[in-house]
């Protein structure tokens, strides 16, 4: 069992920065995959940044590639997600979720996740 706590959103303006955290509780943490989604208001959920458990190869959606660096700590189990040049439709809800997948093509999938955290508002202004 693998709870997830995510951190570190908030309000930022067009072009600023935040750094979203997620905690995760459970012994097996280094064995998963790790992964940031989220969801717009109206929208459905979509795949973000991965990040594998032991290589930490990362992989990344192309409307965020170059801007947001996913990490990760298994001393620590943390999992991080920088954001820089943030733009307004980088709005919605964040989430954090685990999977048992290592292999990124399935890794990225919505019902490919073990476990979910409840997500944190980022909003970003123009």
């Known amino acids: 069992q693998v709870q997830l706590v995510e951190s570190g959103g908030g309000l930022v303006q067009a072009g600023g920065s935040l750094r979203l955290s997620c905690a995760a509780s459970g012994r097996t943490f280094s064995s998963y995959t790790m992964g940031w989604f989220r969801q717009a208001p109206g929208k459905e959920r979509e795949f973000v940044a991965t990040?594998?458990?032991?290589?930490?190869?990362?992989y990344y959606a192309d409307s965020v590639k170059g801007r947001f660096t996913i990490s990760r700590d298994n001393a620590k189990n943390m999992v991080y997600l920088q954001m820089n040049d943030l733009k307004p439709e980088d709005t919605a809800v964040y989430y954090c979720?685990?999977?048992?997948?290592?292999?990124?093509?399935?890794?990225?999938?919505?019902?490919?996740?073990?476990?979910w955290g409840q997500g944190t508002q980022v909003t970003v202004s123009s």
């Open positions: 979720a685990a999977t048992l997948w290592a292999d990124q093509s399935m890794a990225v999938m919505i019902d490919r996740q073990n476990y």
């Open positions: 990040i594998t458990s032991r290589r930490g190869s990362t």
